[in-house]
């Protein structure tokens, strides 16, 4: 039999070093738990960076993935499918607006919201060829193509990556004030996660999409959301940016939009910014292929039809409290939305590592983000006798370790 160690040594051994994950070999996945290898039972609290909130292999997903798999996988573009349309229509029904535009990954949505908002700039505003810029927040993740390095301020993001696309100003999160001085008549976009998830999901000060808004309003810039891990419910509503009552220009959506079953990603936005694409102008061989529309049609019902959205926000509320109640020494803060909480560790913890592998063997998966956030973000089907379980491991972890 092979064990869990030797597939570890293939994946060191012929695969590229650009992770550094637990070392659980995941083999079988249900609802909120994972098994490993050799039949080991792990609550999963990662799910996928929020793709799986609809919970491993739903059977709706994979019902709705047999059957399309079956029917027809990929037309390109080039043809229509019968998947497409309905999708556009159910997507934009559900988030009010406009238009929808398909792709696969995230950081292609990005990419795509990033021309999208250049091209509306120059053909709209009336900015001059090649002056776009687009305002960006320090701590910022949108992905890892070259462009989107170059505007994080990760050094680890970026080094030895260069040279990068210019045209992208880097600002303090939570900073209107900020944003309001680098405004000028040449920003096309203001670009910003609602909750910083990467860099330990940080909740900017109240009100500052609102400032945003106005400010963008204010100076005809587009207000545009990357929604791709703190949408489609992880926060407790469909979009994080509700929490503000704002709405945004473009909104990027991607991981639980299929569910975690298939890459599919899109840019949502109303015709204005939409009906700068002209035939030919931007595309993708798999964006929009009937296989992925399928799954992301049934993702997004499942969403609703389950209340998962609603579910996020009360056993959010429940489980944050639970853990704020923990008495630990190594606690500086407790912060979160919905079913995404960050456990922020003080400096002299040791690092959030250590206590996400001591977790691992009280059989809960959490991946540690920015060194000393312990991050939380279990599928939104996860019950709440399920969340007292793992609060009774946090809970020991914290205090023995
Ligand atoms: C995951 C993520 C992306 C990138 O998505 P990929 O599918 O990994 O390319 C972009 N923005 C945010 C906020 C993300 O969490």
């Known amino acids: 039999m092979i064990k869990a160690t030797d597939y570890i040594e293939l994946e060191d051994h012929y695969g590229a070093h650009n992770y550094h994950p637990l070392d659980v070999v995941v083999a079988r996945a249900e609802g909120a738990w994972v098994w490993d290898v050799d039949g080991t039972k792990y609550l999963d609290f990662l799910a996928?960076?929020?793709?799986?909130?609809?919970?491993?292999?739903?059977?709706?997903?994979?019902?709705?993935?047999?059957?399309?798999?079956?029917?027809?996988?990929?037309?390109?573009?080039a043809f229509r499918n019968d998947q497409l349309g309905p999708f556009c229509k159910e997507v934009t029904e559900l988030t009010g607006f406009g238009r929808v535009l398909p792709m696969n990954s995230g950081a292609e949505a990005v990419e795509t919201a990033i021309k999208a908002a250049r091209k509306w700039a120059y053909t709209v505003k009336g900015v001059p060829d090649g002056q776009a810029e687009i305002l960006v927040f320090e701590g910022n993740f949108h992905g890892r193509t070259t462009t989107i390095v170059g505007f994080s301020s990760e050094a680890d993001y970026r080094a030895g990556f260069g040279?990068?696309?210019p045209g992208f100003r880097l600002l303090p999160y939570g900073d209107a004030d900020a944003v309001a001085k680098a405004l000028h008549p040449n920003v096309a976009a203001i670009l910003v996660e609602p909750i910083?998830?990467?860099?330990?999901?940080?909740?900017?000060?109240?009100?500052?999409?609102?400032?945003?808004?106005?400010?963008?309003?204010?100076?005809?810039?587009?207000?545009?959301?990357?929604?791709?891990?703190?949408?489609?419910?992880?926060t407790g509503k469909l979009f994080a940016y509700q929490h503000e009552g704002v709405r945004p220009d473009i909104v990027i959506i991607g991981k639980a939009l299929s569910g975690g079953m298939y890459p599919v990603s899109a840019i949502l936005a109303d015709d204005e910014v939409m009906d700068v694409f002209q035939p030919g102008q931007h595309g993708s061989t798999f964006g929009g292929n009937p296989l992925g529309m399928a799954i992301a049609r049934?993702?997004?019902?499942?969403?609703?039809?389950?209340?998962l959205v609603e579910r996020s926000a009360e056993l959010g509320d429940y489980f944050l409290g639970k853990l704020r109640a923990i008495r630990s020494p190594h606690i500086a803060e407790i912060r979160g939305r919905g079913l995404w909480i960050g456990i922020q560790l003080k400096p002299e913890a040791g690092g959030a590592r250590r206590f996400c592998e001591a977790l691992q063997r009280e059989g809960l998966l959490c991946k540690e983000t920015h060194a000393t956030v312990i991050r939380i973000a279990p599928p939104l089907v996860i019950t709440r006798d399920e969340i007292d379980?793992?609060?009774?491991?946090?809970a020991k972890v914290l205090t023995t370790l």
């Not at 292999?57 to 027809?72: F, I, S």
């Not at 049934?298 to 209340?307: I, Y």
């Not at 379980?389 to 946090?394: F, H, K, L, P, Q």
């Open 196 to 234: 910083q998830g990467e860099s330990g999901i940080v909740v900017p000060p109240d009100g500052f999409l609102r400032r945003l808004r106005q400010l963008a309003d204010q100076h005809r810039a587009l207000l545009v959301v990357d929604e791709i891990q703190s949408g489609l419910g992880r």
């Open 298 to 307: 049934e993702a997004l019902r499942v969403l609703v039809d389950e209340g």
């Open 389 to 394: 379980w793992a609060t009774e491991r946090i």
């Open 163 to 165: 040279p990068f696309t």
């Open 48 to 77: 996928a960076y929020s793709a799986v909130n609809q919970g491993h292999c739903h059977p709706r997903l994979v019902a709705a993935m047999v059957r399309q798999a079956g029917r027809v996988g990929l037309t390109s573009r």
